[in-house]
């Protein structure tokens, strides 16, 4: 899956692109929009914290580093044991698990609070008006829906188009 974003001059614009969206099979739960705060959104696909803070990324290096941080403190604890302790690759892993457990829980807290770092870029135009609508889809149809947005925004360009992260669908 990939994840495109297109800037809409306007909220109706954005209203006939959803629904053409929805209409040609790309599901609701992919459409993503980011308006003004205080701009109406009636029926359309809000984004959530998810799509709006920096969750994602914050939680993919917490996995990462705790997990890393984990077993080079099992690996040190296995070297120089602690007196009458014996650890074995076992207990290698588990530490490594529960420091990725615990550095993504501490980062995807801080991640949470955070904007999304993806969407800074954009900021300037949803400010003056424009509707920032994120949109995942098969690498395969990444052409078909330039065109559709196209069809209602001829201006449109994608924005960016980058891999979906694997965490969360």
């Not at 098969?138 to 330039?146: G, L, M, N, Q, S």
């Amino acid at each position: 899956m990939r994840r495109l974003y297109f800037l809409m001059p306007d909220i109706e614009t954005t209203h006939g692109l959803v629904k053409d969206l929805l209409l040609s099979h790309v599901e609701e739960r992919y459409i993503h929009v980011i308006a003004k705060e205080g701009t109406p959104m009636e029926e359309l696909p809000e984004a959530s914290l998810l799509q709006k803070s920096d969750f994602v990324p914050a939680i993919e290096k917490g996995l990462t580093l705790g997990a890393i941080t984990g077993v080079a403190a099992g690996l040190v604890a296995m070297a120089f044991p602690p007196a009458g302790l014996v650890l074995g690759g076992g207990a290698v892993l588990a530490i490594g698990a529960a420091g990725a457990g615990v550095g993504g829980l501490l980062s995807s807290m801080v991640g949470s609070g955070l904007p999304n770092s993806r969407l800074q870029k954009f900021e300037d135009d949803i400010n003056k008006g424009e509707v920032l609508v994120l949109v995942d889809v098969k690498r395969a149809r990444v052409d078909e829906i330039e065109e559709l947005v196209k069809k209602h925004h001829p201006e449109a360009e994608i924005e960016g188009a980058e891999p979906m992260s694997p965490p969360f669908p």
